[in-house]
Nanobody
Framework: QVQLVESGGGSVRAGGSLRLSCAAS????????MGWFRQAPGKEREGVAA???????KYADPVKGRFTISRDNAKNTLVLQMNNLKPEDTAMYFC??????????????????????WGQGTQVTVSS
């Protein structure tokens, strides 16, 4: 049974930082594209950042230069370091694991059609 468990969300003021973690189990973690997505109330889920099985990374434009995604294949963990947070970053953040016929290279990201597994989410709230 695949499980993705996020942690690290919370409430911060604008300009602050948070570190989200995702612990994965039940899958061959190193083969998967791992991504962070977020969904704000009334909005669609959107891709935030992704890291492929080869370590290459992708970021959504609004978070470039502020967020850093990383993975530890030995510990089956995914981390999103979020700095200089803004009120518009407020959302529920989800960890996802994706793989396609081509492998875990995040080709479809920021689309999530290849993402098979999801965590339950962790809330991030940024106040001005």
């Amino acid at each position: 049974q695949v499980q993705l468990v996020e942690s690290g969300g919370g409430s911060v003021r604008a300009g602050g930082s948070l570190r989200l973690s995702c612990a994965a189990s039940g899958l061959t973690y190193r083969l998967y594209c791992m991504g962070w997505f977020r969904q704000a109330p009334g909005k669609e889920r959107e891709g935030v950042a992704a890291v492929a099985r080869d370590g290459s990374t992708k970021y959504a434009d609004p978070v470039k230069g502020r967020f850093t995604i990383s993975r530890d294949n030995a510990k089956n963990t995914l981390v999103l370091q979020m700095n200089n947070l803004k009120p518009e970053d407020t959302a529920m953040y989800f960890c996802g694991a994706g793989i396609s016929a081509s492998g875990g290279y995040c080709y479809a990201w920021p689309g999530f059609s290849d993402f098979r597994y999801w965590g339950q989410g962790t809330q991030v709230t940024v106040s001005s």
